[in-house]
Nanobody, 122 residues
Framework: QVQLVESGGGLVQAGGSLRLSCAAR????????MGWYRQAPGKQREFVAR???????NYADSVKGRFTISRDNAKNTVYLQMNSLKPEDTAVYYC????????????????WGQGTQVTVSS
């Protein structure tokens, strides 16, 4: 069984910083992409950032220049450093991983974390 365990959310003032972490745990054969999505109240879940196993990154336009995604492949962990936070960044942040679990053959499958709340006050 595979689980994505997130940590690092919280309450911060506008202009502040937070760092999110997500560790993929369980019987994992290989991880392709790891990333972050977020969902604000009353809105659909949206893409924030992702990183490949080789370190290639993609960001949503709304967070470019403020957020940095990184990854420790040895620990199966992805990080999201969030700087210059704005009230509109307030959301539940979800970790996502595209991985092969032991016993699933060679098929990659999407896994999701339980979400961590980020609240930015003005």
């Amino acid at each position: 069984q595979v689980q994505l365990v997130e940590s690092g959310g919280g309450l911060v003032q506008a202009g502040g910083s937070l760092r999110l972490s997500c560790a993929a745990r369980g019987s994992i054969v290989n991880i392709n992409y790891m990333g972050w999505y977020r969902q604000a109240p009353g809105k659909q879940r949206e893409f924030v950032a992702r990183i490949s196993s080789g370190g290639s990154t993609n960001y949503a336009d709304s967070v470019k220049g403020r957020f940095t995604i990184s990854r420790d492949n040895a620990k199966n962990t992805v990080y999201l450093q969030m700087n210059s936070l704005k009230p509109e960044d307030t959301a539940v942040y979800y970790c996502n991983a595209d991985l092969i679990a032991l016993g699933s053959g060679s098929l990659y499958r999407d896994y999701w974390g339980q979400g961590t709340q980020v609240t930015v006050s003005s």
